[in-house]
C-alpha cells in the first residue's frame, strides 16, 4: 500500500521522478519527445481522458520519458486544501484531493500500443462522504443520497490498455478496455480539460456530462481520421459504490456512440449519446439516457502560456421522468511560468430528490425541478518548482444562486464558497509553435 500513498501525497511526482531508473532519458515536459510511429500522425498529447480528444493548441503537463522502445509518461494533481461552505448546508474542511497517473506507449504490429492506471487515494485524504460543495449531488454513502459534497473518487480511476493503427493513409482503428474506465460519452472529464485542471472543484453538472469516467467495464471500439474519431463503447452503466478500494462488479450493460471533430489545433468538438442501465444504486430498476454535447477550444498565450476554454452541455432522462439539463462554461489562463487565473459559470436542474429536500422538514415533492447556478473564479501563483514538480498558492471564491423556494434551505439565495489551496503539479511547459 505504500507505493500508492506515496504516489499521491504531497512528495509525489518528485518521488517518481527520483524513482525512474537513470536509463530513462527525459523529454520536453507537456509535448511528445518521440519519434515514435503515430497512427495518422496524430501526436498522443491530442489524448485527454479515456479516448477524448482535446485542441492540438494546448496541452496538460506531463514527465515524458524513454525506456528502450517504450514511452513513460508520468501525470498527477494534488491539491492541500481548505474549503468553505456556508449556510444550513455548508460546512468546512481541510483535505487533500490528489490523483496520479502512469502510461506507457509503444509501436505494436504497425500500430500504437498504450497501457495506463490512474490511481487516487481520495477516500483516505477527503474522506468517504467526500468534500463540502453546495449545491453539488451524485452518488451515495451508507444508502442515503449524497447532497452539498462532492463524492471522493476511487483508488482505481483507470486501468486500461488503448490500441491505435493505421489501415489506410486517412483512416485508422481503435480498440479500448479497461476494468476500470471511460467509455465513449462525454466530454474530456474535468480533471483533464486544459480549462479546468487547475480547478480544485468538481462542476456542478458532473452528473449530466463526464460523471462515466469511471466505469467498472468498458470496451470501445473506434474509427478516425486526422480530424474526426466516431466511436461507440459498451460498458457498465452503474455508478461507482461507496467502497472506494476495490473493483465494483464488473459489467456491460450500457451502451453509448460518441462523434469528435478537430478541424484545427485550436478546436475540438463532441456530440455523445448513451443509454444507462441502472446507474443510480437507490433505484436501481431506472434506466437513462444520457446526451451531451461539448466546444473546446485552446491557444498559445505568450512565450510560456496557454488559455483553454470550454462550453459542456449535458442532458439526464430517467425512465418516466423529464429531462434534465446542466450547462457548465468554464476558461484557464496560464498567463506566464508563475500565474494561472481560472474561472467557471454554471447552469443545473436538479431534483429534490437528488438535492435530498424530498424530506418532511422541506415538504417538496420528489420530481420537483430546481433551476440553481453558480459562478467561481481563482487564481495561483507558482511558489517553486523542484524535480519537475511546481507548487503553486491558489484561492477561489464562488457565488451561487438557488430560487426563492430554497432560501430556507440554504440560509440565502446566494449563498457562497471558496478554498485556499496548495496546488502541486508536474511543470507546464506550453505546445511549441506550429
Known amino acids: 500500500m505504500f507505493s500508492i500513498r506515496h504516489l499521491l501525497t504531497a512528495g509525489c511526482l518528485s518521488a517518481i521522478a527520483r524513482s525512474v531508473p537513470s536509463v530513462l532519458a ?27 480528444w482535446i485542441p492540438d493548441a494546448v496541452s496538460l503537463p506531463g ?6 522502445s517504450w514511452e513513460v509518461m508520468l501525470h498527477g494533481f494534488g491539491f492541500a486544501q481548505y474549503n468553505s461552505q456556508s449556510g444550513p448546508r455548508g460546512d ?41 460543495l453546495l449545491l453539488q449531488s451524485g452518488e451515495s454513502y451508507k444508502g442515503e443520497l449524497l447532497h452539498d459534497r462532492q463524492h471522493p473518487h476511487d483508488l482505481w480511476k483507470e ?64 474509427l478516425f481520421g486526422r480530424t474526426w474519431k466516431l466511436e461507440g463503447s459498451w460498458f457498465n452503466g452503474r455508478e461507482p459504490d461507496d467502497r472506494r478500494w476495490n473493483f465494483d462488479q464488473l459489467k456491460l ?33 431506472e434506466s437513462q439516457r444520457r ?59 436538479k431534483s429534490a430528490e437528488s438535492l435530498v429536500l424530498d424530506t418532511p422538514q422541506f415538504g417538496f415533492a420528489s420530481d420537483k425541478i430546481f433551476a440553481v447556478a453558480s459562478v467561481s473564479a481563482g487564481y495561483i501563483r507558482e511558489l517553486v518548482k523542484v524535480r519537475g514538480v511546481t507548487f ?8 451561487n444562486r438557488v430560487p426563492a423556494e430554497l432560501r430556507a434551505a440554504y440560509g440565502s439565495r446566494t449563498p457562497v464558497g471558496g478554498a485556499v489551496f496548495l496546488r502541486l503539479r508536474p511543470g507546464f511547459a506550453p505546445v511549441p509553435p506550429m
Do not use: C
Not at 103 to 119: W, Y
Not at 256 to 271: C, G, K, V, Y
Not at 392 to 398: F, I, K, N, Q, Y
Open 392 to 399: 503553486g498558492l491558489g484561492a477561489m471564491g464562488t457565488l
Open 253 to 285: 450493460d450500457s451502451y453509448s456512440a460518441r462523434l469528435t471533430l478537430n478541424p484545427n489545433a485550436h478546436w475540438s468538438l463532441t456530440a455523445g449519446y448513451g443509454h444507462l442501465e441502472s446507474p443510480e444504486a437507490h433505484a436501481p430498476g
Open 291 to 349: 446526451v451531451t454535447a461539448s466546444v473546446l477550444h485552446g491557444t498559445r498565450l505568450g512565450k510560456a502560456g496557454q488559455w483553454a476554454s470550454a462550453v459542456v452541455w449535458g442532458a439526464n432522462q430517467p425512465e418516466g421522468a423529464r429531462m434534465t439539463h446542466a450547462l457548465t462554461g468554464e476558461s484557464e489562463a496560464i498567463l506566464d511560468r508563475a500565474n494561472t487565473v481560472f474561472g467557471r459559470v454554471q447552469y443545473v436542474q
Open 159 to 222: 486501468l486500461a490498455v488503448l490500441y491505435e493503427r493505421a489501415v489506410g493513409e486517412r483512416i485508422g482503428v481503435s480498440f479500448y478496455a479497461a476494468p476500470s474506465g471511460e467509455p465513449a460519452l462525454g466530454p474530456v472529464a474535468f480533471m483533464h480539460r486544459p480549462s479546468a485542471m487547475d480547478n480544485p472543484f468538481a462542476p456542478l453538472g458532473h452528473h449530466w456530462q463526464d460523471a462515466t469516467h469511471i466505469s467498472f467495464g468498458v470496451l470501445t471500439a473506434g
Open 26 to 52: 527525459q523529454g520536453h515536459a507537456g509535448h511528445d519527445m518521440t519519434g515514435m510511429g503515430a497512427p495518422l500522425g496524430i501526436s498522443m498529447d491530442r489524448m485527454g481522458s479515456g479516448t477524448t
Open 92 to 132: 468546512s474542511q481541510f483535505a487533500l484531493l490528489n490523483w496520479g497517473m502512469l502510461m506507457v506507449t509503444r509501436n505494436v504490429a504497425g500500430g500504437r500500443f498504450q497501457a495506463r492506471t490512474m490511481l487516487s487515494i481520495d477516500p483516505a485524504t477527503i474522506g468517504g462522504r467526500g468534500y463540502p
Open 63 to 68: 514527465r515524458h520519458l524513454q525506456a528502450g
